[in-house]
Every structure is written in structure tokens, then in C-alpha cells.
């Protein structure tokens, strides 16, 4: 399979060049050549398989061609160590766990496959170590740092906004040591993730650096995080909802919901998707106007959507053929406040005991008030609500628990270099 920018101005890459890489050589991101649809018969019977096994016929659409499938099938296997349950909220709305990973939040799924591609890479070519510069929000940082953890010939570098990424998350990934240095930025995630972009573009650093991406603007990294919503549509075919079935995503950088996107294009019976913003509405208001107008984030308490320029609208733009309308046609969107995302976190505790993070509030709020009549709504739970427990327990005015998967973290010390928001420093500092 072969990868084109969408740019337009760089050569197609293999894929092996395309996650090796991160980003082309004209600052587009990779798309593969080729959407393969699947089968009718694996729809037909979708939910009579496993997670794993759906994943890796998802996986070999899209690698199949250039991984042996004994190897394709390794990988899936050892990234899906865990399960993603479907959990009925409502008689209409469900919610799709994404949080029982080792981190507990959805990208351990892209993260962890990724870290093993990319090392299956690395001892076949017999490549000198590569960098991985990571932006993160949130919730990325913890599980690149986690999936890659202990890699060998891979060093990860994740930039994080200063003051600006709950606790628990900083914990996650300040506390590893070992091939993981965290780099703590002077600004925004919009800066951390503007020092990555320029550094893959310095010409002197790619001279005597390997570098490359774990952020959804890598191909490894976004691509897989496809497999969820088979699952979530096998889950609901089997529970006999599977008909007119509507995704809401909580979106930031958008790889989450392309994902999901190139899964409709593979046929997956998906109605539509919803893409639930905070107060950083940038896609919002592009499906109203039509115009893309990126602005500087804003801090809100669904922090890891905070991006105010996300990267992977340039591949929505891509699969769409630029088409406002037909993007129109599959994507609809919504946009809240900190204070409509803790009311509804709040109703759904008091009403449903079912326990709400801010970011899957969006994505319940959203389907709450977008859902028409016959259709059945399927919300991202995208990370443990316990990553944000201060928010979340000030909100309910309940404590919650801490899974020991997190308490593990937080008995670490934290351990992180200051940086910058100036990519001189951060060159400097990677050079040195």
C-alpha cells in the first residue's frame, strides 16, 4: 500500500516510510492510496467474533499488504490485551468503555499498536534508535509513553502545557523514566504540538535525528483506533440495535473520529457521526459556515479537546474531497460549556448512576439532543473519570475511587525538563 500526502506535493511513501516518518516531506499527512471495504459476510457475522479477531481483519485491509500476517496478527493480538464493553446508559444511548486499557483511556489502543509496528520496523531494517515526539492534551502523552515504554532502540519525548493536563495524566507519564523524558511547555497544546510539526521540517535536526510521531498525525497511530467502532457495532448488532446506529465522538485533534470515518467508507453500518466539542467549537463552526477558521485554544474542563487547530481536519478534508456538503451529509456537530458539560455529568450520575468524564459528557449531551427517532446512539467514553477526579467529585459532590491501575502512578515521583514555547530552545535541547 502505497501513502499519499494531503498536501499533494511529496512522493508516495511505503508504509514502513509513512510511520517512520509521521509526517511528509511537504508537512501533509499520510493517506493510504486505497480504502479497502470489507466484506458483507463479515458483516453478517460480526458478532459472532472477537474483538481480536475483528481487529485484525480491519488491520489487514489496511497492512495486510505490507506486514507478513503471522506478525499483523501478533501485534493486534498483544495490543488488544483488554476488552472495550459496550455499557447501556439509556434505552437508546450507550456507552463505549475505551478506558480498561493500561492507561485507561482510548489511545492505548493506536498507542500501543503503533509502539509495536514501529519496533517490528526498527529490528528488520536494523535502524540507529529513533526519536518519538509526542504533543499531548491529555490523555495521548500517557499512552505513547506507556505503549512505548522499555522499546528498544525508541525514545520518547512527550510535550505537555504547563498547569494545563490534570494530575493523574502528568503522573502518567513524568513518573517512567527509562526511554521517556517529559518535556514541560511554557504554553499551549497548540504550541507543543507547532514545536513537533517545525521539528520534523528543521532540516539539521532530521540530519542527525531520527524522528518521528506517535501523535494521531501518524498513520500507526490513528488507523487502529478504527477497530473500536467494528466492535461497537458487533456489540450492538448482537444486543439486536444495530440498525440506524449513530457515533458521537468527543473530538480534539480529530484523529479519533477519521478513524471512524475511514470504518463507514469500509462499510460499517454507521448512520452518521456526531463530533461533540467544548468551547474549542473550530469544526462546529466550520460544518455551520463552511469556512475552516482555527483560532488559540481554550482551557476548559474537558481538557484533552482543548486543540485549536486540529491536525487531522486536513485528512477529513481529504476522504471528503473537500466537499462541505457531502462532509455535511455524514458529520454533524455540537458544542457546550464547561457549565453544560458538568450539569449533564451531573444528571446522568443522579439519574442513571451511570459516571460521566467531561469529555464523554459531550458526547452523551450531544446524542441526548441529536438522536431521531428509531435510531440508537453509541458515545465514546474515551478516558476513566477518575484522571479527572477533582473535576469530577466537585462536580457529582461525591468521592470517587481510584482504579489501582492509576494509584500505581501517582506514588511515583515526577520527573519532567521545563522547555520553552520557542523552537530554538527545543532544538538546542534535542541537539544537545
Known amino acids: 500500500m502505497k501513502y499519499y500526502s494531503t498536501n499533494l506535493k511529496a512522493t508516495d511513501?511505503?508504509?514502513?516510510?509513512?510511520?517512520?516518518?509521521?509526517?511528509?516531506?511537504?508537512?501533509?499527512?499520510?493517506?493510504?492510496?486505497?480504502?479497502?471495504?470489507?466484506?458483507?459476510?463479515?458483516?453478517?457475522?460480526?458478532?459472532?467474533?472477537?474483538?481480536?479477531?475483528?481487529?485484525?481483519?480491519?488491520?489487514?485491509?489496511?497492512?495486510?499488504?505490507?506486514?507478513?500476517?503471522?506478525?499483523?496478527?501478533q501485534i493486534v493480538y498483544d495490543t488488544l490485551s483488554f476488552d472495550v464493553p459496550l455499557v447501556k446508559v439509556t434505552d437508546n444511548i450507550y456507552s463505549l468503555e475505551l478506558f480498561h486499557g493500561p492507561t485507561l483511556a482510548f489511545k492505548d489502543v493506536g498507542a500501543r499498536f503503533m509502539a509495536r509496528l514501529l519496533g517490528y520496523f526498527i529490528r528488520k531494517e536494523g535502524k540507529k534508535e529513533v526519536n518519538v515526539l509526542v504533543a499531548t492534551s491529555g490523555d495521548t502523552g500517557s499512552a505513547v509513553?506507556?505503549?512505548?515504554?522499555?522499546?528498544?532502540?525508541?525514545?520518547?519525548?512527550?510535550?505537555?502545557?504547563?498547569?494545563?493536563?490534570?494530575?493523574?495524566?502528568?503522573?502518567?507519564?513524568?513518573?517512567?523514566?527509562?526511554?521517556?523524558?517529559?518535556?514541560e511547555v511554557d504554553g499551549t497544546f497548540d504550541d507543543c504540538q507547532a514545536l513537533v510539526k517545525t521539528a520534523f521540517m528543521d532540516r539539521e535536526l532530521n540530519e542527525h535525528l531520527q524522528l518521528t510521531s506517535a501523535n494521531s498525525i501518524n498513520v500507526a497511530r490513528f488507523l487502529p483506533q478504527a477497530f473500536y467502532y467494528f466492535y461497537a457495532y458487533a456489540q450492538l448488532k448482537k444486543a439486536g440495535r444495530g440498525a440506524n446506529a449513530v457515533v458521537?465522538?468527543?473530538?480534539?485533534?480529530?484523529?479519533?473520529?477519521?478513524?471512524?470515518?475511514?470504518?463507514?467508507?469500509?462499510?460499517?453500518p454507521v448512520s452518521r457521526f456526531?463530533?461533540?466539542?467544548?468551547?474549542?467549537?473550530?469544526?462546529?463552526?466550520?460544518?455551520?459556515?463552511?469556512?475552516?477558521?482555527?483560532?488559540?485554544?481554550?482551557?476548559?474542563?474537558?481538557?484533552?479537546?482543548?486543540?485549536?487547530?486540529?491536525?487531522?481536519?486536513?485528512?477529513?478534508?481529504?476522504?471528503?474531497?473537500?466537499?462541505?456538503e457531502v462532509i455535511c451529509t455524514d458529520i454533524s456537530g455540537a458544542t457546550y460549556t464547561d457549565e453544560q458539560i458538568a450539569d449533564?455529568?451531573?444528571?446522568?450520575?443522579?439519574?442513571?448512576?451511570?459516571?460521566?468524564?467531561?469529555?464523554?459528557?459531550?458526547?452523551?449531551?450531544?446524542?441526548a439532543e441529536g438522536l431521531r427517532p428509531g435510531e440508537t446512539g453509541i458515545f465514546l467514553e474515551t478516558a476513566h473519570p477518575a484522571k479527572f477526579k477533582d473535576t469530577?467529585?466537585?462536580?457529582?459532590?461525591?468521592?470517587?475511587?481510584?482504579?489501582?491501575?492509576?494509584?500505581?502512578?501517582?506514588?511515583?515521583?515526577?520527573?519532567?525538563?521545563?522547555?520553552?514555547?520557542?523552537?530554538?530552545?527545543?532544538?538546542?535541547?534535542?541537539?544537545?
Request: net charge negative; hydrophobic share 40%; charged share 20%.
Open 248 to 268: 458521537c465522538v468527543p473530538s480534539g485533534n480529530f484523529g479519533n473520529i477519521t478513524a471512524g470515518l475511514f470504518g463507514k467508507r469500509m462499510g460499517l
Open 13 to 73: 511513501a511505503t508504509l514502513e516510510e509513512a510511520v517512520v516518518k509521521g509526517l511528509a516531506s511537504d508537512r501533509g499527512l499520510f493517506m493510504p492510496r486505497e480504502i479497502k471495504p470489507l466484506s458483507q459476510e463479515f458483516y453478517e457475522h460480526i458478532e459472532e467474533l472477537s474483538f481480536q479477531e475483528i481487529a485484525y481483519r480491519v488491520a489487514d485491509a489496511f497492512f495486510g499488504e505490507d506486514i507478513p500476517a503471522d506478525t499483523l496478527k
Open 344 to 367: 449533564t455529568m451531573r444528571q446522568v450520575w443522579q439519574e442513571h448512576r451511570y459516571l460521566l468524564d467531561p469529555h464523554g459528557a459531550c458526547g452523551y449531551r450531544a446524542l
Open 145 to 183: 509513553a506507556n505503549g512505548f515504554l522499555g522499546v528498544e532502540g525508541i525514545h520518547v519525548y512527550v510535550l505537555y502545557p504547563k498547569g494545563k493536563v490534570s494530575e493523574i495524566q502528568e503522573k502518567q507519564f513524568t513518573t517512567l523514566g527509562r526511554n521517556i523524558t517529559a518535556l
Open 392 to 432: 469530577v467529585e466537585k462536580i457529582i459532590g461525591e468521592s470517587i475511587s481510584i482504579p489501582a491501575k492509576l494509584q500505581a502512578f501517582m506514588s511515583g515521583e515526577k520527573q519532567s525538563q521545563p522547555m520553552s514555547r520557542e523552537f530554538a530552545d527545543f532544538k538546542k535541547y534535542l541537539l544537545g
Open 274 to 324: 456526531i463530533a461533540a466539542n467544548n468551547r474549542n467549537d473550530i469544526f462546529y463552526q466550520y460544518l455551520q459556515t463552511g469556512v475552516y477558521s482555527p483560532r488559540p485554544s481554550i482551557a476548559t474542563i474537558a481538557n484533552a479537546m482543548d486543540v485549536g487547530d486540529p491536525s487531522n481536519f486536513a485528512r477529513v478534508l481529504d476522504l471528503y474531497q473537500n466537499s462541505h
